[in-house]
């Protein structure tokens, strides 16, 4: 039975045409199986139909059978998602008889859904004209083929290789950056790719040298024309991504480990590829998601240094017209390559949502579809429409669908408009409630004006990410120069900088930590009580930076306990009166600032009461709260469908959480990125939340669509979600709500 098995399954993925691949499958199975019928059933989730696409057995010439997904057995097989034997199908109360297709004669019925990652892409079924039940080993049999065959499908599904009652090749991947584009396709597969690289050794190691030598520095001249380039188009914090990536470039570790590898008689291209893909394997080795995603940025810093390996110009393309570029991975010399009229939208079969490439293209405001696997020969040159919204792909639409985009595409253009001229306003609901609106910044703070006029300071200041970047600690002149710059860009407005969050998920380069379960383990606050020679250094060096500016606010991380919060108090205590010392010499006051804890960790909230009188105000992280509040890994594959800020549990906490800060009359944020969404930003003022931060890219957006809705509208809205119990029930009843105020344009679709 298992040769069986692998033949049908290697039989149906090496078909290159899918309706031969289905009707392989049907006939090999009914052989395998000794049964007169099998039949493959697709589903179509836009329609909500399963349509018969293959049988061996009923009647070929019969109209189209087409079940939606609330009828007959099939669909039944689909909403229960497990198998179904039946010995008299047509006893069953949901059977659906149809006349024409011959299945009168079939009595015994078996069906089984095929799943993958819990989206049912079809129902396998066999039938036999006796009256009797299918073994447990037959059952056996068709349950793990259709395991396997969710596995080819998928693949099938993504490459485009998918039966579609509307004639249009779907192709679907990860919103990376939202709007509308319709344009002719255009893929570019020429780039040098790491994975291509192997091992070749070199007669001459100064050649080598001189030609890796050669490739930096043309690396890093393209870098710093990009940043040039971008100037006047992205704001300080985007533009930013060219100095890490310079930053890198320069690093002598990095350097250095290419050149002993030339020295030990490696060709370039192969001491690169060994080089990236150690440095890469570091940050992938995290856990967090940001930081793990810089894997993919050092992996372009070796597809750049594989360029001008080979190359000595920068490749330049002219389009006539906009086009759709695809590529296998993206990055930004090919942003900076097109010029802007001419790149209506970018598509790539590598890469996450939050890689620079993807960043990039959000700033530019270019839409963005990742980790679509394409067929060059299936779209190059042909009319597209990408979906940023939703990351679909639609190859040669029909005329009506090409309409309903284009009018999609002209209303947010319009929309897009409206956003961006009332940015600097202050954010008050349309009623008049003021509501605060914060950045999270990382690299550094967004220094533009327009930025700086459309928010009221900087709610969380990622400290780590300047140590991430250095190859040793950052000695306290540095860090002082640092966030003096930050604290400058917000004159009069409150800076809320986080001390060190570093640890298992994120080690430093030079400080390594390796733990099983780094989620739970030596990070945040635990890591600099542990070292408070290195949070002394940094608390001063903040302090210092303050002095005659008085916007610091300091924040901490991790906390589970007052015991950890004491601690983290007395140090900066101590840190405070020594610099005060150094302020009097200079003739200036230092401000004592405002000091809060993160809400990340379930066990604070129910210490609230024990740390109020410590602290000024608090700060809520709902990436993590939401993680360790249902026990999941947010950054697992596996269980990303669990981890939902929407979770009825999460929406508790959060209002819990409110109403103990208000009973304490301590200030409260919102951090997380649920901030940054439309629908999470609706929900949390609706509580009674009134200062929101986010990244750069949400705050425009969000700030428009509160303008938009009374406070009474939202707390009513806030309060009828309390009745749900299923997070996807809130997610809609949330989606309905904006749309009724109009404002579905600017939903961010998914998690």
Not at 388 to 414: I, N, S
Not at 696 to 717: E, F, N
Request: proline share 4%.
């Amino acid at each position: 039975m298992l040769t069986k098995l692998r033949d049908i399954v290697n039989n149906v993925a090496s078909s290159s045409d899918i309706k031969q691949a289905l009707n392989i499958l049907v006939r090999e199975t009914c052989l395998a199986m000794e049964t007169e019928c099998c039949s493959v059933y697709i589903a179509d989730h836009d329609r909500q139909k399963f349509d018969l696409m293959a049988t061996q057995g009923l009647n070929p010439r019969a109209r189209r059978v087409s079940l939606s997904f609330d009828e007959g057995l099939v669909g039944l097989v689909g909403r229960r998602e497990e198998p179904i034997n039946l010995a008299h199908a047509s006893g069953h109360t949901d059977f659906k008889h149809f006349p024409d297709i011959g299945e009168d004669i079939f009595n015994a019925f078996l069906g089984t859904p095929i799943i993958y990652r819990r989206q049912v892409l079809g129902v396998l079924v066999v039938q036999q004209r006796d009256s009797r039940q299918f073994d447990e080993t037959e059952e056996s049999f068709l349950v793990t083929l259709a395991a396997q065959l969710a596995v080819v499908f998928a693949h099938a599904k993504a490459q485009g290789f998918w039966p579609n009652t509307k004639g249009t090749l779907l192709l679907e991947g990860a919103a990376a950056s939202p709007g509308v584009a319709i344009a002719k396709a255009w893929c570019d597969v020429s780039q040098p790719r790491l994975d291509l690289v192997f091992p070749a050794s070199c007669l001459d190691i100064q050649k080598e040298r001189d030609r890796l030598d050669g490739a930096l520095s043309a690396a890093i001249a393209e870098f710093r024309r990009l940043r040039k380039r971008f100037d006047s188009e992205l704001n300080q914090d985007t533009l930013a991504i060219f100095d890490l990536f310079i930053h890198l470039l320069n690093d002598p570790m990095l350097r250095k480990a290419m050149n002993e590898r030339i020295q030990q008689g490696d060709m370039a291209e192969w001491a690169v590829k060994q080089t990236i893909d150690a440095f890469a394997e570091r940050f992938h080795n995290m856990s967090d998601a940001y930081l793990r995603e810089r894997a993919n940025d050092v992996k372009e810093l070796g597809q750049r240094l594989l360029y001008f390996l080979e190359n000595q110009d920068i490749k330049q393309w002219h389009f006539d017209e906009p086009i759709v570029l695809f590529a296998r991975e993206l990055t930004a010399a090919m942003l900076a390559a097109i010029p802007r009229d001419r790149l209506a939208g970018v598509v790539a079969e590598e890469g996450a949502v939050n890689a620079h490439a993807a960043i990039l293209a959000r700033a530019l405001g270019i839409p963005a579809v990742m980790g679509v696997e394409f067929s060059p020969q299936l779209v190059h040159r042909k009319l597209v429409v990408l979906d940023g919204f939703k990351g679909r792909l639609l190859v040669e639409p029909a005329e009506h669908v090409l309409k309903e985009y284009q009018r999609l595409h002209d209303e947010e253009l319009e929309l897009q408009h409206e956003v961006e001229s009332t940015f600097t306003k202050q954010t008050k609901t349309a009623d008049g409630e003021r509501v605060h609106i914060h950045l999270n910044a990382g690299l550094s703070a967004d220094t533009s004006i327009a930025i700086n006029r459309g928010v009221d300071g900087v709610g969380l200041y990622r400290t780590e990410v300047p140590f991430l970047m250095q190859r040793s600690f950052p000695s306290e002149d540095d860090q002082v120069k640092q966030y003096r710059s930050i604290l400058d860009c917000y004159p009069n407005q409150p800076v809320v900088m986080r001390t060190l969050d570093i640890g298992g998920d994120k080690p430093l380069p030079y400080l390594k930590i390796e733990e099983d379960n780094p989620f739970l383990g030596w990070r945040g606050i635990r890591f600099t009580l542990d070292h408070p020679d290195i949070f002394l250094i940094q608390v001063r060096a903040m302090l210092r930076a303050s002095i005659g500016r008085d916007n610091l606010a300091i924040l901490l991380p991790m906390i589970s306990g007052l015991s950890e919060l004491l601690e983290a108090k007395a140090l900066i205590e101590r840190a405070f009166n020594e610099v005060s010392e150094i302020a009097k010499q200079e003739q200036e006051t230092l401000k004592k600032p405002k000091l809060g804890i993160m809400v990340e960790v379930p066990s604070l909230l129910y210490q609230l009461d024990a740390v109020a009188e410590h602290i000024d105000f608090l700060s809520v992280g709902t990436n993590d709260l939401t993680q360790y509040l249902l026990a999941v890994d947010r950054n697992n594959a596996r269980v990303a469908d669990v981890y939902d800020t929407f979770h009825p549990s999460v929406l508790a906490v959060l209002r819990q959480i409110l109403e103990n800060s208000q009973r304490l009359k301590l200030p409260v944020s919102v951090c997380g990125e649920f901030a940054g969404d439309p629908i999470g930003a609706v929900l949390l003022v609706g509580m009674g939340y009134r200062q929101l931060s986010m990244n750069t890219r949400s705050v425009a957006k969000i700030k428009y669509v509160l303008r938009h809705i009374p406070s009474d509208a939202l707390q009513h809205h806030a309060k009828a979600l309390q009745k749900l119990t299923l997070a996807r029930d809130i997610r809609n009843a949330s989606e309905a709500f904006l749309e009724a105020y109009n404002l579905g344009g600017l939903i961010r679709v998914g998690k």
